[in-house]
T-cell receptor, first 115, second 111 residues
């Protein structure tokens, strides 16, 4: 049973480009969480999704950021028109049930660098 | 907003020594989690503490939870180099969908 898979592991984008981050949850997990980690900081919650539904997006910036978790395929975190301040590590976690994340398992993260 | 504070933020300790990392949080929660993160890697779950007075031990690490004081401790016994990493505590709430993470404690164990 593979763990939470994120890709790419590293992503470099120029200012103004779009970044797409993918997360495949563990087998049997239908709850996905995205977190952002800025340098030297802890992780900050962004969004919680179940299949085809956004349950809680209270941590998402109001503009340029969106997330989805389609019926088939991975969850996608999309950042449009990236700026330098978007440079961070983005972690995805999945759990077999929600909403309490007590059993969440984290992926290895995507490190986004905006140049 | 729920705040989670860890101290110290940076810790350099000699092999063989003992030390404690503290995690304070600002609201009522009966659940606290400790994670380890190696550079460039993901978070590895160390402990899940689910009630007041809970104590768990794994190897040289022991975690405890005092929900009345809103305090958790991670005690390191006879540190070894392999324990060098960043340690995060996190809490969640009954009404929420997320972890609230502390800022992390970067531990370096030196020979």
């Amino acid at each position: 049973n593979a763990g939470v898979m994120q890709n790419p592991r590293h992503l470099v984008r120029r200012r103004g480009q779009e970044a797409r981050l993918r997360c495949s949850p563990m087998k049997g997990h239908s709850h996905v969480y995205w977190y952002r980690q800025l340098p030297e900081e802890g992780l900050k919650f962004m969004v919680y999704l179940q299949k085809e539904n956004i349950i809680d997006e209270s941590g998402m910036p109001k503009e340029r950021f969106s997330a989805e978790f389609p019926k088939e395929g991975p969850s996608i975190l999309r950042i449009q028109q990236v700026v330098r301040g978007d440079s961070a590590a983005y972690f995805c976690a999945s759990s077999p049930r929600g909403p309490l994340p007590g059993e969440a398992f984290f992926g290895q993260g995507t490190r986004l660098t905006v140049v | 907003e729920l705040k989670v504070e860890q101290n110290p933020l940076f810790l350099s300790m000699q092999e063989g020594k003992n030390y404690t990392i503290y995690c304070n949080y600002s609201t009522t929660s009966d659940r606290l989690y400790w994670y380890r993160q190696d550079p460039g890697k993901s978070l590895e779950s160390l402990f899940v503490l689910l009630s007041n007075g809970a104590v768990k031990q794994e190897g040289r690490l022991m975690a405890s939870l005092d929900t009345k004081a809103r305090l958790s401790t991670l005690h390191i016994t006879a540190a070894v180099h392999d324990l060098s990493a960043t340690y995060f505590c996190a809490v969640d709430m009954d009404t929420g969908n997320q972890f609230y993470f502390g800022t992390g404690t970067s531990l370096t164990v030196i020979p």
